[in-house]
T-cell receptor
Framework: NAGVTQTPKFQVLKTGQSMTLQCAQD?????MSWYRQDPGMGLRLIHY???????DQGEVPNGYNVSRSTTEDFPLRLLSAAPSQTSVYFC??????????????FGEGSRLTVL | GEDVEQSLFLSVREGDSSVINCTYT??????LYWYKQEPGAGLQLLTY???NMDMKQDQRLTVLLNKKDKHLSLRIADTQTGDSAIYFC???WGYGQNFVFGPGTRLSVLP
């Protein structure tokens, strides 16, 4: 049972480079999201999606793009990396509605360093 | 806006009880959660409590909710070295995007 899978686990970029963090889930969850984790700041929501073709901004969306062409995949794109984007990124998913507790299921994280 | 606060660090001796505290601001929260993050890993749900409950017990874990003071606590009985991790408090008043996380409490268990 794979759950939420993120790739790559580690990445080093130079300022100005672009890259895509991949996220896939096999639980047929409608909701997917990206967070960044920085020391002492908890988790901050970057972008989220409530279904294929629907995305919206979270708390800290600047410098990031997302798309949701399928239920399973939700990639996060950094168009022009900046040192301020050095962080650990987590993808999370959940089902929406019903008797569910709304638990968020997290991937293992992607550690990004921008030099 | 919504805010969840926790102390950042807690150290306990192995075998003692640990109590991690959290305060939140949104009284319309439906669920309150405790997530555990081990080094180099993602967050995993440890336990949760529905907002109309005062207490929930699950083996070594006891969750207390004081809605009047908007205070949530997690007590870990007989704390073990394997409990060393970061513990995140979170509140939600719906699904997905309505989650708000605290900064996390780093629990260190000393032998």
């Amino acid at each position: 049972n794979a759950g939420v899978t993120q790739t790559p686990k580690f990445q080093v970029l130079k300022t100005g480079q672009s890259m895509t963090l991949q996220c896939a889930q096999d639980m047929n969850h409608e909701y997917m999201s990206w967070y960044r984790q920085d020391p002492g700041m908890g988790l901050r929501l970057i972008h989220y999606s409530v279904g294929a073709g629907i995305t919206d901004q979270g708390e800290v969306p600047n410098g990031y793009n997302v798309s949701r062409s399928t239920t399973e995949d939700f990639p996060l794109r950094l168009l022009s990396a900046a040192p301020s984007q050095t962080s650990v990124y987590f993808c999370a998913s959940s089902s929406q509605g019903g008797e569910d507790t709304g638990e968020l299921f997290f991937g293992e994280g992607s550690r990004l360093t921008v030099l | 806006g919504e805010d969840v606060e926790q102390s950042l660090f807690l150290s306990v001796r192995e075998g003692d009880s640990s109590v991690i505290n959290c305060t939140y601001t949104d009284s319309s929260s439906t669920y309150l959660y405790w997530y555990k993050q081990e080094p180099g890993a993602g967050l995993q749900l440890l336990t949760y409590i529905f907002s109309n409950m005062d207490m929930k017990q699950d083996q070594r874990l006891t969750v207390l909710l004081n809605k009047k003071d908007k205070h949530l606590s997690l007590r870990i009985a007989d704390t073990q070295t394997g409990d060393s991790a970061i513990y995140f408090c979170a509140e939600s008043w719906g699904y997905g995007q309505n989650f708000v996380f605290g900064p996390g409490t780093r629990l260190s268990v000393l032998p």
